[in-house]
């Protein structure tokens, strides 16, 4: 069984910073590649940003410059770091894991941009 974990979301201002972090753990063959994806009320699911084990990296083209991605394949862990908000980053972010042919998903983080 897989598990995966996030934390690191909160209350932010507009233009502040948050870190969050996603750590898989359990029976994983092999991974393929680790990210985040965001959705919110209202909105469908998009792609913020995905890793491979060999580092290749895409980025949602909303977060192209404001954020970064980056991983430990050794902790299985995938970090985001989110840099100048905006209210509309507000959203529940999931991270995932693709290995072994399966996307493995958390439950999730809120990230709230507000004054």
């Known amino acids: 069984q897989v598990h995966i974990v996030e934390s690191g979301g909160g209350l932010v201002q507009p233009g502040g910073s948050l870190r969050l972090s996603c750590v898989a753990s359990g029976s994983i063959s092999s991974t393929i590649a680790m990210g985040w994806y965001r959705q919110a009320p209202g909105k469908q699911r998009e792609l913020v940003a995905r890793i491979s084990t060999g580092g290749s990296i895409n980025y949602g083209d909303s977060v192209k410059g404001r954020f970064t991605i980056s991983r430990d394949n050794a902790k299985k862990t995938v970090y985001l770091q989110m840099n100048i908000l905006k209210p509309e980053d507000t959203a529940t972010y999931s991270c995932?894991?693709?290995?072994?042919?399966?996307?493995?998903w958390g439950k999730g983080t809120l990230v709230t941009v507000s004054s």
């Open positions: 995932y894991l693709y290995g072994g042919g399966i996307n493995y």
